[in-house]
């Protein structure tokens, strides 16, 4: 059974945000990350390696906890639009998202949204901390099973 602290939480939500893969080993609960290889085409292996080879050499020991795939974070970007008081705002980003390269138009949409941007952040920084812990609850209902 996976229990993790808030911090660790924290910090796997933080690293899935800029692109890194992230394992919790099961009886240890050590967090062991690095960049996925699929998003930095260019990163230095040799400074991972280490990390790396823990997982590869016993990853039946390791769950993985894998960040929102487009589809989960375009719903995402809809459910904090959808809850907006401010209509105008909620219209801008309902077009945003309608348009071809929604995400690019949404963040453009956001970052000239004054204080909504902030909103925005800890919105979605609680969101992603909730999708971390259903993948833990998610994990730890299949091993009681």
């Known amino acids: 059974m996976i229990e ?18 992230c394992f919790v080993h099961m009886h240890t609960q050590e967090l062991v990350c690095y960049p996925d290889p699929l998003k930095y085409l260019d990163f230095d292996e040799e400074f991972y390696q280490e990390e790396m080879q823990k997982v590869e050499e016993n990853g039946q020991d390791y769950l993985e906890i894998e960040g929102m795939d487009s589809r989960e974070g375009f719903q995402l970007m809809e459910d ?21 390269k929604p995400f690019q138009h949404f963040k453009h949409e ?9 909103i925005w952040f800890a919105f979605k920084n609680q969101k ?3 999708w971390v812990k259903v993948k833990i609850d998610q994990f730890n209902q299949a091993w009681e099973e």
């Open 4 to 21: 993790l602290s808030k911090e660790q939480i924290k910090e796997i939500t933080e690293r899935l945000e800029i692109g890194e893969k």
């Open 80 to 100: 904090f639009a959808q809850q907006l008081t401010s209509s105008s705002l909620q219209e801008q980003l309902y077009r945003a998202l309608s348009q071809k």
């Open 110 to 118: 956001i970052d000239n949204s004054g204080e909504y941007r902030q």
């Open 128 to 130: 992603m901390i909730d």
